[in-house]
């Protein structure tokens, strides 16, 4: 079936760039997702990318997408501690209102 | 900015309980989504909801599970009779149909005691 799969764990200093990466299975996926979940807190949609883009960038957010291999990273330049949350990557198929298939989160911990 | 609204924020119930999670999803979307998170996991999918009727559910979504529309504006998710392991977040998402975001609510953080 559907699955997504992260890396659960990212540590690193403020300033640097941060890399979260994301594999999933579904090469139907036409949508994927990445969205941003602080303690306690709901999902807060970061960004999405079509499944016929390779690269999506909106302000210090990248989205890398390389479908051959079914893989998807998340770069975050000049990481702040605010950036500081858990990560997730998800993924939606081609068929109008279909779910969306989430990966486990990466918990990126930003250290000043 | 449009929102996607549940309440309550919190609710504790007893074992055994019925519980209603309520939703107010964006007013011009179509497709209507309740999803799970227990704690320390990833966000699971329960159902989807469409023209009234459901339109996929997943095996999370037993008999112990509803869902309803019961006016224009509100989306609701009932479990009849909540164990413990139901002790989760569960969220509420709305997406228009053409578009491709789905937006997600706050979440309501049910504890089962």
């Known amino acids: 079936g559907e699955d997504v799969e992260q890396s659960l764990f990212l540590s690193v200093r403020e300033g640097d760039s941060s890399v979260i990466n994301c594999t999933y299975t579904?090469?139907?996926?036409?949508?994927l997702y990445w969205y941003k979940q602080e303690p306690g807190a709901g999902l807060q949609l970061l960004t999405y990318i079509f499944s016929n883009m390779d690269m999506k960038q909106d302000q210090r957010l990248t989205v890398l997408l390389n479908k051959k291999d079914k893989h998807l990273s998340l770069r975050i330049a000049d990481t702040q501690t605010g950036d500081s949350a858990i990560y997730f990557c998800?993924?939606?198929?081609?068929?109008?209102?279909?779910?969306?298939?989430f990966g486990q989160g990466t918990e990126l911990s930003v250290k000043p | 900015e449009p929102e996607v609204t549940q309440t309550p924020s919190h609710q504790v119930t007893q074992m055994g309980q019925e519980v209603i999670l309520r939703c107010v999803p964006i007013s011009n979307h179509l497709y209507f989504y309740w999803y799970r998170q227990i704690l320390g996991q990833k966000v699971e999918f329960l159902v989807s909801?469409?023209?009234?009727?459901?339109?996929?559910k997943s095996e999370i979504f037993d008999d112990q599970f509803s869902v309803e529309r019961p006016d224009g504006s509100n989306f609701t998710l009932k479990i009849r009779s909540t164990k413990l392991e139901d002790s989760a977040m569960y969220f509420c998402?709305?997406?228009?149909?053409?578009?491709?975001?789905?937006?997600f609510g706050q979440g309501t953080r049910l504890t089962v005691v």
């Open positions: 579904d090469s139907s996926s036409t949508y």
């Open positions: 998800a993924e939606r198929g081609n068929n109008q209102g279909g779910k969306l298939i």
């Open positions: 909801f469409y023209n009234n009727e459901i339109s996929e």
């Open positions: 998402a709305s997406i228009q149909g053409s578009g491709t975001e789905a937006f």
